[in-house]
């Protein structure tokens, strides 16, 4: 079955514009979170959705926010870039189970660079 | 923060066992233990994970110590392919926010 498809997977943006990423989840798959990489602050959690609804949120500005359409499919976007922002966006989904062990499985990500 | 503790760097000569450990002395009851691996510039791969026992599968095989405060990932037959990021993450079991805190992971290098 297809993976987690991350469109598109490397852009350049100058300071103060902003950018929208998106990010297709495996099929049946309702739980999308999003993720920051850097060179220096590493993987960090950014926000995940499910149903639509933000159910959590990392400790990034309001710049940074997303959203989740009924498809599951999901987009992140990133205002009024800062050269800070360049970084290794990833997205991973899962099922949603209860109670359990649930796997995350990530896309190959978005590298912004903003200049 | 990353309730885990693993060494920054390791080494590994092909075809060798590599063991990668990974301190969590304060997990709790329902948190189980994940493994991910990052190669260079990819997105994190999931490995393995386990509760309480120890586990096995096409990848790998994790360990788990009777108390749980530590486990140790296993690859049997490392190859240069194996190079990568190592992540030992835990996280509850209950549902309700998919959220993995990640620490520095260990750098493990397949040499050949």
């Known amino acids: 079955k297809a993976g987690v498809t991350q469109t598109p997977r490397y852009l350049i943006k100058t300071r103060g514009q902003q950018v929208t990423l998106s990010c297709s989840p495996i099929s049946g798959h309702r739980s999308v979170s999003w993720y920051q990489q850097t060179p220096g602050q590493g993987l960090q959690f950014l926000f995940e959705?499910?149903?639509?609804?933000?159910?959590n949120k990392g400790n990034f500005p309001g710049r940074f926010s997303g959203r989740q359409f009924s498809n599951s499919r999901s987009e992140m976007n990133v205002s009024t870039l800062e050269l800070g922002d360049s970084a290794l966006y990833l997205c991973?989904?899962?099922?949603?189970?209860?109670?359990?062990?649930?796997?995350?499985?990530f896309g190959a990500g978005s590298r912004l660079t903003v200049l | 923060d990353a309730k885990t503790t693993q060494p920054p760097s390791m080494d590994c000569a092909e075809g060798r066992a590599a063991n990668l450990p990974c301190n969590h002395s304060t997990i709790s009851g329902n948190e189980y233990v994940y493994w991910y691996r990052q190669i260079h510039s990819q997105g994190p791969q999931y490995i393995i994970h386990?509760?309480?026992n120890n586990e096995t599968n096409e990848m790998a095989s994790l360990i788990i110590t009777e108390d749980r405060k530590s486990s140790t990932l296993i690859l049997p037959h490392a190859t240069l392919r194996d190079t990568a990021v190592y992540y030992c993450?835990?996280?509850?079991?209950?549902?309700?926010?998919?959220?993995?805190?990640f620490g520095k992971g260990t750098k493990l290098t397949v040499n050949p």
């Open positions: 959705y499910f149903s639509e609804t933000q159910r």
């Open positions: 991973a989904s899962s099922w949603d189970v209860s109670s359990g062990a649930n796997v995350l499985t």
């Open positions: 386990g509760l309480k």
């Open positions: 993450i835990v996280r509850a079991s209950q549902g309700g926010s998919e959220k993995l805190v």
